[in-house]
Each structure stands twice: as structure tokens, then as C-alpha cells.
């Protein structure tokens, strides 16, 4: 049996930039402590919500190195390190060890994507190299590659790969994983709208873009149902689907740092090729965050 990395909710935190496109260390600092404040288990850092794609290798080591000092043991840091390029996705992952995070967290290959096999050799090729956790990050939605359930099982043999987080929305992938993996296999979900579900089916947690905003309540979403209070949990799901709908109505993380942005959280600007949200969703999105309670 794999102890999970993390059990419970884990914030994919946003990176604040400053107007001149540098990253406010300041922000991050004050965003990592309300996380942990508000009872989150588990933070990452430059994961497609930190805008990994446009972060230098300097940066990515950088933004690593601050949060594990910043949380300085009181929350799991997990680093997104992945890659198209595997040697690139390996140097990520050793830049992330060496700075002391406590996971990796790798997405598939995207753009030139690969096999099946392709998926195995990549991350036995990874994982025969670090030693800390792998959790495999399956999106298809992005990347336009997806793995299948006997891929799942060759690899949760390995015994660096922790598990993964789901973002595909395949619940028949889901259920075929798990009666395939069993106990060999954690699994968190990777899209907040799914979490409950996923939660009954045998997942470990959430790892969340929705918590960036409301990091209580979506702490306590996954908390109240290991502790076996569901209905509590069936009612922050409910209470925060439109909230949830919203903050994806666009590419994320363009919403949810527009939404930081209307209740001063310190989001700082995006970088290039994202932008500012359009006008008719913002104007949505401002609508739920004042019925939700978020603005003043």
C-alpha cells in the first residue's frame, strides 16, 4: 500500500506578477500563509495555475525554493516539473528535489504527446532519477494525450510513482484504475466540480484552482468527508458549483486571478499569451463572487 502524499486539499497556487512582468515574491509570501491559515494540507507550486509554461528553469527553481521556505513544514509542497521534452521534465524534477519540495507533480507530454509506451518509458525514465514521489498529472483537455488504465497499472508498480491527479472528467477511467491499481494507487482530483464524486470513488483529495479564493471552505469540502460527514461536504460542493462554474468560464488562470484581483488578494498581472479576462464573463463572474458573498 502507497501512503498517499497528501490527504485532503491542496491549493495549485497562482504566481503574482509585478506590472513589469516580475514575479512578487512579497504577494506569494502573504497568498502561502492564508493558505495554510485557512487549513490548506498541501500547496504546488508552478503548476498550470502558476502559469508554468511561461516561467524560466531559474524562475521554476526559484518560486520552489521560496514556498518550501515560506511553508517551512507546515504543509506539503509539491512542485509541478513537467515537460514535453523529458530531459527538460528531469532537470525540473531535480531542480524541484534539490529545493526541497516534498513531491513532483508531472504532466503528460503535450504538443508532440507520444504512445502508450512513450508515457511508461517517460516517467520510469524520471522516476529511476529522484527520489521523491511522483504524482502523474493527466489533462487531456491540454494536452490532447491521456492515459490509459493498464498504463496506470504498469506504472503505479513503480515505487516513486505515487499516483496521480485526474483532470480528464472520465469516470470510467477512474473506476477501471482503481479496480485495476488498488491499493498501489492514489488518486486526487484535478477538477474542483468533480471532487466529491471522485472523493467517493476512492480519491485522496482535491488539488484545487477554486481554494486560491476560498481556501476555508474548500479545505473543509474534503476534510468534513474523511471525517465521515458527507452531507457537509454535499453542501459546499452545491453552495460553490456556480462559484466553481465561473472561475473556469475561461482559460484558466485568467479568472481566478481576475478574481483575486476584485477581492485585493494580490494576483498580479498575467503573462503572455494569457490575458485579461473579456468583459461579458467577468461581469458574470463579479455577479456570483457579490451572490457568494466575496464582495462588499
Known amino acids: 500500500m502507497k501512503s498517499p502524499v497528501f490527504t485532503g486539499t491542496c491549493t495549485a497556487l497562482i504566481t503574482p506578477f509585478h506590472?513589469?512582468?516580475t514575479i512578487d515574491y512579497e504577494a506569494f509570501?502573504?497568498?502561502i500563509d492564508r493558505q495554510i491559515e485557512a487549513g490548506i494540507d498541501a500547496l504546488c507550486v508552478?503548476?498550470?495555475?502558476g502559469e508554468s509554461a511561461v516561467?524560466?528553469?531559474e524562475e521554476h527553481g526559484q518560486l520552489v525554493s521560496f514556498c518550501v521556505r515560506r511553508a517551512a513544514g507546515r504543509c506539503k509542497v509539491v512542485a509541478g516539473a513537467g515537460s514535453n521534452d523529458t530531459a527538460a521534465a528531469?532537470?525540473?524534477c531535480q531542480c524541484a528535489q534539490d529545493a526541497g519540495a516534498d513531491a513532483l507533480l508531472v504532466v503528460t507530454p503535450y504538443y508532440n504527446k507520444t504512445t502508450q509506451t512513450g508515457l511508461i518509458r517517460h516517467y520510469t525514465h524520471l522516476a529511476d532519477r529522484v527520489a521523491l514521489p511522483v504524482i502523474l498529472y493527466n489533462v487531456p483537455s491540454r494536452t490532447g494525450l491521456s492515459f490509459t488504465a493498464r498504463t496506470y497499472q504498469i506504472l503505479s508498480q513503480h515505487p516513486n510513482i505515487n499516483g496521480v491527479k485526474e483532470a480528464s472528467g472520465d469516470f470510467s477511467l477512474l473506476l477501471d484504475t482503481l479496480a485495476l491499481c488498488g491499493e498501489d494507487w492514489?488518486?486526487?482530483?484535478?477538477?474542483?466540480?468533480?471532487?466529491l464524486p471522485m472523493l467517493a470513488m476512492g480519491a485522496k483529495g482535491l488539488i484545487s484552482v477554486v481554494s486560491n479564493l476560498v481556501p476555508g471552505p474548500m479545505a473543509e469540502l474534503t476534510h468534513s468527508y474523511f471525517r465521515g460527514d458527507t452531507a457537509q461536504a454535499r453542501?459546499?460542493?452545491l453552495a460553490y458549483a456556480p462559484l466553481t462554474r465561473a472561475l473556469f468560464s475561461q482559460v484558466n488562470?485568467?479568472?481566478?486571478?481576475?478574481?483575486m484581483r476584485e477581492t485585493r488578494l494580490d494576483s498580479g498581472v498575467l503573462r503572455l499569451p494569457l490575458w485579461e479576462m473579456d468583459l461579458e464573463p467577468l461581469e458574470h463572474l463579479k455577479a456570483v463572487m457579490q451572490d457568494a458573498g466575496l464582495l462588499s
Open 235 to 237: 453542501r459546499i460542493q
Open 55 to 57: 516561467l524560466t528553469e
Open 90 to 92: 528531469l532537470s525540473l
Open 46 to 49: 508552478c503548476g498550470t495555475t
Open 29 to 31: 509570501a502573504r497568498q
Open 253 to 259: 488562470p485568467i479568472p481566478i486571478k481576475a478574481a
Open 19 to 21: 506590472p513589469d512582468h
Open 186 to 195: 492514489n488518486v486526487w482530483s484535478g477538477n474542483d466540480d468533480h471532487t
